[in-house]
Structure formats: structure tokens, C-alpha cells
């Protein structure tokens, strides 16, 4: 008699069993990406059934965001009874704007049913950031109503993005020159991300080195205060307080922030360079005075006795050309035509012409 109620009472408790079982097997997928670089990953969101033979439908797909109200839903895609046909519903019109739907069905029921999009990392936003909750509505193989819901997080790492030009108070009386034992103000503003906030970090060189080196004393510059710039971007300002050097002709300063902890010219590091000219009074050394005085006399000097040179040299080009051009020229002579055998009645004059380039005889014949 008790055999029978042990079996029977087996069985039941194996149905049961395995009732609970094929319930409890339905879970649900979401996709988000943890952690993601902001403005250079795409965001992508997306929640779906999991083991889905083990569904027996789903009828509706939820995604939602935490807010300081609560969880507000986003977008929801479900089987329309009425047409049957699949359906989204966008709850917020600012995030339609910005997604890209990769799959957005419920009906028929395959591996591929779910909702997905993605959002390009321009169009990224500060608030995209948080928890996000995936809501799944169907049921079960067994035709038992199942509401199965999975949390998701984004988490956005914001990196530095610029260095603005190094500016420089006061202003040198002299442009690019600063007189030694001068004391500026080096102001330098960059965005620093965020997670964690970057720094501005301080680096020079002068001279005589070759590679950047972080400044040594930290009581000569400050951080500046954190500023929320655009959400989830922070800007600060850094000064750093000079005092000219009298012992280098220049130091060339430069404001970096990101990369690595690893201090000046990383690769990946955003900065910007400034170079503080020393300026050198003449008045204020007397032995440079006297030296450079004595090279400006000496150049002069030079110059004068090579001046002197040239014009002599001129003047005697001048009268050599003179004396060429006065044996090269017309020759006129003038001479009385008659025999110079002793005809002393002839009175014929003649006036002749010789040219330059024919060469003439004269001769003397009153002699022997």
C-alpha cells in the first residue's frame, strides 16, 4: 500500500523538479562595454534572450538607464498582437538621433531575435555614462509568463585633449629677451580628462642639455583648481614661477599632460614648448665692452686700408685705359706735298688721313 504513494509522490516530485528547472533555465544577454574610451570608442548597447530553446516566446525587450529618478527606459521593441509585427518604441528621441539599429525583432523567436544598436564616439555623450538594465518578456517552453531582467555598466575613460599655448606675465620690455634675475609667471591651461584627472606636469631644458627634465622644486608652481569642462572633460591652469637665469642664454620650458606618469616628451604626451631668452645689458660688462671695441677697431681699420687699395688701383686702370685710348685714336697729320729732292717751288698742301690700324714709315732723307 505504501509503494504505490512513494511512486506516485517520486513522479511528482520529479515533474516538479523538472518543471522549475525549465523555468529557472531562461536568462537573458546585455551588451554594454564596461569600460570605453570617450569621443574615440563607439558606444554599443544591445539586450537579448539567452538559451532561447528554452523559451517558448518573448514578446518584449526593454533597455533602460539608471537616472537620479530611477530607471527610465530607452527604447523597447515588441510583437504589435494587433498586426503581429515587430515594433520599437523610442522613450527618448535624443538617443534615436544617435543610434544605429543593428537588430531591433522579437518575433520569430531564433537566435538572432533581440535589440542592438550603436552609437559613433562623436556622438558619444558625457551621460551615456552609468547603469543600464536589459528586460526581457515571454515565456517559458512550458507556456509559463517569464520576466527576466540583467544590469549592464558604462564606464567612459577621458583622456587630456589640449595644451593651449604657454603665456608669459609680464610681458618683456624687449620682445623674446627677459633681463636676468627677472621673475615671470609661466600660466599654462589644458583639458586633463578625467579617471583619473590628469596633471599638468613641468619639464625644461636650457643650454646645456640636450633632453627635457622635470622641474625639481614643486613650491614654484601650483595645479589650479579642477573645472568641469563639457560633463565629463576637467580643464585647470598651472603657473609656474621663473626667475631668469643669469648663467644660460636661454631655458626652453614646455607644459605637457598625458601619456604616462613618466615625465617629459612621452610620445603619446599633448604639450606646448616656450623658450625665456636671457637679455645682456653691453653697459653692464665692461671687459666684453673693451673687447668688442677693440674687434670693431680692428674691422675698421681693415676696411679702411682696403678701401684705399681699391682706389688706388682704380686711378691707375683709369690712366692706363687714358693713355691707350689717346695712341689708339685719329692720328691727323698734316704734311706738304712736294719732293724732298730740292723742289723748294712746290706749295701744294695736302692734308691726309691715316687710319689707326695701318702702319706708316717717316723717313728723313735730309740727313747723308
Not at 97 to 110: D, S
Not at 192 to 213: A, I, K, Q, S
Not at 256 to 263: P, S
Request: glycine share 6%.
Amino acid at each position: 500500500m505504501y509503494l504505490p504513494n512513494l511512486i506516485v509522490t517520486g513522479v511528482i516530485l520529479i515533474y516538479w523538479q523538472s518543471y522549475n528547472d525549465i523555468v529557472s533555465c531562461q536568462s537573458v544577454y546585455v551588451i554594454t562595454p564596461g569600460a570605453m574610451n570617450y569621443l574615440e570608442d563607439k558606444l554599443k548597447l544591445g539586450c537579448s534572450p539567452s538559451q532561447v530553446s528554452m523559451w517558448g516566446s518573448v514578446t518584449h525587450i526593454t533597455l533602460s538607464k539608471n537616472t537620479s529618478t530611477g530607471f527610465q527606459d530607452i527604447v523597447t521593441v515588441f510583437l504589435n498582437f494587433k498586426t503581429l509585427q515587430n515594433q520599437t518604441i523610442w522613450n527618448q528621441s535624443g538617443w534615436q538621433n544617435r543610434a544605429n539599429f543593428i537588430r531591433e525583432y522579437v518575433n520569430p523567436l531564433t537566435t538572432s531575435s533581440g535589440l542592438e544598436f550603436d552609437i559613433p564616439a562623436d556622438r558619444v555623450l558625457c551621460s551615456d555614462e552609468g547603469i543600464y538594465r536589459c528586460t526581457v518578456i515571454g515565456s517559458s517552453a512550458l507556456n509559463e509568463p517569464i520576466d527576466i531582467e540583467k544590469i549592464g555598466t558604462v564606464k567612459l575613460k577621458v583622456k587630456p585633449t589640449t595644451v593651449s599655448q604657454i603665456q608669459v606675465s609680464p610681458k618683456p620690455e624687449i620682445e623674446e629677451l627677459y633681463k636676468a634675475n627677472t621673475v615671470i609667471l609661466l600660466i599654462c591651461t589644458g583639458t586633463v580628462g578625467r579617471n583619473p584627472t590628469g596633471e599638468l606636469r613641468w619639464c625644461y631644458r636650457r643650454d646645456d642639455m640636450f633632453n627635457f627634465v622635470g622641474w625639481e622644486n614643486a613650491d614654484d608652481y601650483d595645479q589650479g583648481p579642477l573645472i568641469s569642462y563639457g560633463g565629463c572633460q576637467y580643464s585647470r591652469t598651472s603657473k609656474l614661477r621663473y626667475n631668469v637665469s643669469a648663467d644660460y642664454k636661454y631655458t626652453e620650458f614646455r607644459c605637457e599632460t598625458g601619456g604616462t606618469t613618466m615625465e617629459c616628451e612621452y610620445p603619446s604626451a599633448i604639450a606646448s614648448n616656450i623658450t625665456i631668452q636671457r637679455y645682456t645689458d653691453p653697459k653692464q660688462s665692461t671687459s666684453l665692452t673693451n673687447i668688442d671695441t677693440a674687434v670693431c677697431s680692428s674691422k675698421l681699420n681693415t676696411i679702411f686700408i682696403v678701401c684705399i687699395a681699391i682706389l688706388i688701383a682704380g686711378m691707375l686702370i683709369g690712366f692706363a685705359i687714358t693713355v691707350l685710348l689717346y695712341r689708339k685714336g685719329v692720328i691727323v697729320i698734316k704734311w706738304k706735298k712736294e719732293r724732298i729732292y730740292g723742289d723748294t717751288n712746290a706749295t701744294t698742301t695736302t692734308e691726309h688721313v691715316y687710319d689707326s690700324t695701318t702702319e706708316y714709315h717717316m723717313y728723313n732723307t735730309t740727313e747723308g
